[in-house]
């Protein structure tokens, strides 16, 4: 009987452990204006080499909601190391929500300037009012909308997110 009794409290609190870690899936489009502001600094060693930052104001035109809550605008503030045909993007981003609150992210990944499409992985390193404590990332995919220098762009993004414990 004792080793029965045991084994329902491991059990329950197994499963009580895993709904607590229950993983949320993200998705969304985002629609990114062309980067402003926006600085190209060319390194004179080698031809075609750069670093550029620029700053791009992004609209969430279909987004999963997170704890309830619905996108309204994302600013993402990038650096790019530019050689030649490929780049390397390293990016902070904030999400705005319809409440205030706000997501921080972090993302990185490499950009094939040719084929004018970027991917990688972000992850969220913040948050504010119901959004504080989650952990979570993912995975995005973009595409410029043009040739042009620090033309706009459009992005698939999808993930997984955490709540953060309820409090005791």
């Known amino acids: 009987m004792r080793m029965k009794r045991r084994f329902l409290v491991v059990a329950c609190a197994l499963v009580l452990t895993s709904s607590a870690l ?7 489009s985002l629609d990114c204006d062309k980067g402003d ?3 190209v600094v060319p390194v004179p060693d080698r031809e075609g080499f750069a670093f550029v930052m620029d700053q791009n104001k992004c609209t969430w035109p279909k987004h999963t909601p997170v704890e309830g809550l619905q996108a309204k605008e994302f600013i993402n503030t990038r650096s790019i190391e530019v050689t030649g045909a490929s780049a390397r993007t390293t990016a902070a981003g904030v999400t705005r929500y319809d409440n205030g609150d706000k997501l921080y992210t972090r993302s990185t ?6 084929a004018l499409t ?10 504010t009012g119901k959004l504080r404590g989650l952990k979570g990332g993912g ?4 595409k410029m909308k043009s040739a042009e220098p620090g033309a706009g762009y459009t992005c698939e993004v999808q993930g997984e997110y955490t709540p ?5």
């Open 37 to 39: 502001p926006r600085y």
């Open 139 to 142: 995975t995005y995919t973009c």
């Open 164 to 168: 953060p414990a309820a409090k005791k």
């Open 109 to 114: 990944g490499p950009t094939d300037v040719k």
């Open 22 to 28: 229950a993983q949320n899936k993200i998705s969304g």
């Open 118 to 127: 970027s991917s990688g992985k972000w992850t969220i390193v913040g948050g």
